[in-house]
């Protein structure tokens, strides 16, 4: 039998479109309707009537708590536009996601949202625990109220939450760490730099950085890091400065590892004549990223495909909800190394719900 969700590709639009022509719903175009419709009736789509006894048995608060993002720092859309896509397939089985975002430098924001998050009464709860003092607090609330909820893209320790969905940051360092061995002479100098604040949590940074020393150490392979750390990276001169102070004192770094999203920046501020002698290495496919990557302005990017992390947690915790399916405790996403050459290939999943979100 065809589902929901073959019929939306087949009229190439979203799941959430279909499910509104199926329940006669407002929100979609007549040319839109007529031709789903059409599709509908061609295909002898049957409604899953389980399904829908379900859907219109309960109905479900699915709420999201996630950093938001701006032009400076993208990587956050991607998680967020997995959730937005598994949100449409799970609205015909009775879950409502409720999307709330904070300012990831901002410890208040993300409690004042929690708190508006809280008031709906959620039945399930989403979180990516960036501030752990506030993390505690709120998961206190959760666990009074016996309100499942998963941590997303930051794993934490010590915890109940249900489940934890992102990337094996000690393992994706280590990856790092290889890469950089393949790209660099014997008993290299690396630069790892990154943003280093006082408010929010740092391990998944702190995991890929050991990672990377654990490589070179377990292998007995000499090497030698030298450490910038910034406290933010919106005055571009001053990093510009502090760069161009560490290649001054140290001539023979040859690698740079940046363990966060913000490789192109790093690269933005180092001049082309330095930067051809250096292999850059850092993580995730942000559009600035990408950009840098495929002008040869980055050697490797590791992807932790954050878009389907986003998806996932949705369509794990609905499968909770509904069916009371109980999710591993940790679900680690792949180690996708990304290239010029590959990237046209990587991610589609992604790429065609942005060129359908776009049409």
């Known amino acids: 039998m065809i589902t929901i969700k073959e019929i939306a590709k087949i009229a190439n639009v979203s799941v959430g479109t279909v499910d509104r022509v199926i329940h006669d719903r407002d929100g979609v175009s007549n040319k839109t309707r007529e031709k789903v419709q059409k599709i509908l009736t061609e295909k002898n789509f049957k409604i899953n009537n389980i399904a829908r006894s379900l859907a219109m048995k309960k109905k479900y608060n699915l709420s999201v708590l996630m950093p938001s993002f701006d032009s400076n720092n993208l990587f956050w859309k991607s998680p967020l536009l997995g959730i937005s896509k598994a949100a449409e397939e799970v609205l015909s089985f009775g879950?409502?996601?409720?999307?709330?975002?904070?300012?990831?430098?901002?410890?208040?924001?993300?409690?004042?949202?929690?708190?508006?998050?809280?008031?709906?009464?959620?039945?399930?709860?989403?979180?990516?625990?960036?501030?752990?003092?506030?993390?505690?607090?709120?998961?206190?609330?959760?666990?009074?109220?016996?309100?499942?909820?998963?941590?997303?893209?930051?794993?934490?320790?010590?915890?109940?939450?249900?489940?934890?969905?992102?990337?094996?940051?000690?393992?994706?360092?280590?990856?790092?760490?290889?890469?950089?061995?393949?790209?660099?002479?014997?008993?290299?100098?690396?630069?790892?730099?990154?943003?280093?604040?006082?408010?929010?949590?740092?391990?998944?940074?702190?995991?890929?950085?050991?990672?990377?020393?654990?490589?070179?150490?377990?292998?007995?392979?000499?090497?030698?890091?030298?450490s910038l750390k910034f406290e933010d990276l919106k005055n571009l001169d001053y990093v510009k400065q502090q760069l161009k102070n560490v290649f001054e004192n140290h001539s023979n770094i040859s690698g740079i590892l940046v363990p966060s999203s913000r490789i192109s920046t790093i690269s933005s501020c180092i001049n082309s004549e330095k930067l051809r002698t250096l292999s850059l290495i850092g993580f995730d496919t942000t559009d600035q990223n990408i950009e840098y990557l495929k002008n040869d302005k980055i050697t490797f990017l590791i992807s932790q495909k954050s878009f389907n992390q986003g998806f996932k947690s949705v369509k794990i915790m609905a499968d909770y909800l509904i069916q009371n399916t109980i999710p591993q405790e940790k679900i680690y996403s792949p180690l996708e190394i990304i290239t010029k050459e590959n990237l046209e290939f990587s991610q589609q999943e992604k790429w065609l719900y942005i060129h359908k979100k776009e049409r």
């Open 95 to 226: 879950v409502e996601v409720n999307k709330y975002t904070f300012d990831q430098l901002d410890n208040k924001s993300y409690f004042k949202s929690f708190k508006k998050l809280i008031e709906v009464n959620p039945e399930a709860v989403i979180l990516t625990p960036l501030f752990f003092n506030e993390t505690k607090k709120m998961v206190n609330i959760l666990d009074e109220k016996k309100i499942p909820y998963i941590f997303l893209n930051i794993e934490m320790n010590g915890f109940n939450n249900i489940s934890f969905i992102g990337q094996n940051s000690y393992k994706s360092g280590y990856l790092s760490g290889k890469l950089m061995h393949l790209c660099t002479e014997h008993e290299a100098n690396y630069l790892i730099t990154d943003i280093e604040s006082k408010l929010y949590n740092n391990n998944v940074i702190e995991g890929r950085v050991q990672g990377f020393k654990a490589y070179f150490n377990s292998n007995k392979i000499p090497f030698k890091t030298t």
